[in-house]
């Protein structure tokens, strides 16, 4: 399987995402959201440590699936209550995990969505994702 990634000019510069993913596979691998809780039901706590469980388990539904980040052409990321002074704390979340779970900087094409609620008021944040392989 091959994914390419890229950023073209004419779109936004110094994103933490690349906007373009192309993929050749023949399987997808789609991972449901991701929240914040580990095995065990416990929730990480704040908006970083939220984000760093969720990809952890993202990561595990990919292992799962056949696939790891390197093959992700798309991830889908719903933060409660979102404002944009919170993006430090997305990213130190991400950049927290990344080695540890294979999530390239920039990351995938990628949407950051805010929502008013997820399904308990304790989750901050959701992540899905689309992986292709062969």
Do not use: C, K
């Not at 399987?27 to 065990?40: F, K, L, P, T």
């Not at 539904?61 to 052409?73: C, H, M, Q």
């Not at 889908?76 to 540890?100: C, K, L, N, P, S």
């Not at 008013?116 to 901050?124: F, G, K, N």
């Amino acid at each position: 399987m091959t994914v390419h990634r890229l950023s073209p000019a004419g779109l936004a510069p110094d994103t933490p995402y690349h906007h373009v993913a192309v993929a050749t596979g023949t399987r997808h691998v789609h991972v449901a959201g991701q929240v914040g809780q580990d095995a065990e039901g416990v929730l990480a706590e704040g908006l970083a440590g939220q984000v760093a469980q969720a990809l952890r388990n993202v990561a595990v539904g990919l292992r799962a699936g056949g696939a790891t980040f390197d093959d992700v052409v798309r991830l889908t990321v719903y933060v409660t209550d979102w404002e944009v002074e919170r993006i430090a704390d997305f990213m130190a979340g991400v950049q927290a995990v990344a080695e540890e779970v294979g999530l390239s900087l920039p990351m995938p094409a990628a949407s950051l969505i805010g929502v008013s609620a997820l399904y308990t008021p304790e989750i901050l944040v959701e992540i899905e994702a689309t992986a292709v392989v062969d």
